[in-house]
């Protein structure tokens, strides 16, 4: 929708609310925003409003070489960056020029962007305004042309206060989402209609909202509560972000490879890696720390945690796996042979229910499946885990929704946290640092990298006291 007033330049007038958003102006983004959206880009750099207001707290290097208070005057600013041409540029020392002693080797002034620089009267005013973009309807997790969100920018810059007040913009959004996604059916089928023709008029993809369990969300794939400008950059990066390719029956009906290291499906996803050894073998001690429990694992994939499991000798073992692949791999393993273990053959949907008719209860759960959304684990724990958890039992999952991005990971792992709640659940997380990926390759010939996080967040599961 276009709200700029009658014969005003659509360009000009965006370039107007980014410096305004940039000088944290309020009174002028009040009367801008009356007709224009909290949602323009800057065509350079791709910055929103969000951005702009974040990216001014930026101390921009490299810095020029030092030799006057003017050259520093020019390089130590908020916000180091023009908007076609518009400059944002805003002083932020406090105590004059730094002395010598802040000099890089090279003989450049070296001067980071700490709290140092930043007056509280302007850390107030960038807050200030963040918030108000957000309340007009500013998209908490639009990228800009180097791929970050208001949040990752924020995040990069140390300003904690701001990543926080970001990462609880997207917690609202996807909570409201959620909720709303349950009166999809009050719709009128005449407005849905009409909005699916309208989509297939200007050439845009149905708005997909993807968030399978096991793989990352790109920040600009989550669904949006406000209206977006569908402009050549905002659908490539939702096309990058659709997992539409990735769904469960696609998976259960592709050959897999696997190998000492990884589980990949016929796309070169990775199912299952051998990096996260570490984190099941810490998930098992936490979920069955004692011998002799009964032991349910949803998705056995390399069968990484059911090992750990193993190592403790429970009394039942049960494991729910739906791949063909998977469970041929099984049966070479001589995993049915195994003292304790029953192999069930099958979606946990059609597996669940039948134990919880036959009264079977567990001292330990672990959920972990692949090419499944959020919806469909959310399923699992509201409507089944209390059927089949016995008192003082302890459940868990693998915490990977999101984790392609520290702001997303958060923002579901809070979203994951409030749901768990109503619920009826506690949930404890540990923080397991994750190795460096990239450096050791492990993504080599993988499509897509699941993981792109320096820690993981391990949750385990209580029924509330």
Known sequence: MNNSLPGSDPQHEAQLILLAASN????????????????????????????SAIAACEVSPPLSPAGSSRALEDNVHMNGHAVNGLDHRRSVYENGPETTADRASNGNMAISAGKKLRRPSELEAVEKTVRFLLQNGAIWNDLDKNNETPGCLAKRLGLSHLYEIMVDAGVRAEMLLSRLDGYELLQDADDENDEEQREQEEGLEPNVRSTEFRFSVNAAGLD??????????????????????????????SDLTFTSGSLLDGDKNGVMMAWETGIMRRTAELLAPDRGLRVLNIGHGMGIIDGFFQENLPSTHHIIEAHPAVLEEMKKAKWVEKVGVMVHEGKWQ?????????????????????AEDYKKFHKFFEDNVDSLLDDGGRWGFFNGLGADRQICYDVYTKVVEIDLLEAGYDVEWETIAVPDLDRTRQWEGIKRPYWQLPTYRLPICTFIA
């Open 350 to 370: 059609d597996v669940v229910p039948q134990l919880i008719k036959e009264g079977t209860l567990f001292d330990a759960i672990y959920f972990d499946t692949f």
């Open 24 to 51: 944290h102006n309020l009174e002028t983004l009040r009367t801008l925003l009356r007709t224009g959206s909290a949602n323009v880009q800057d065509l350079d750099t791709g910055y929103t409003p969000l951005h």
């Open 224 to 253: 949006q509560i406000t209206e977006i400008e569908h402009n050549e950059r905002a659908q490539e990066v939702l096309n990058e972000a659709t997992l539409a390719d990735v769904n469960t029956e696609d998976y259960l009906r």
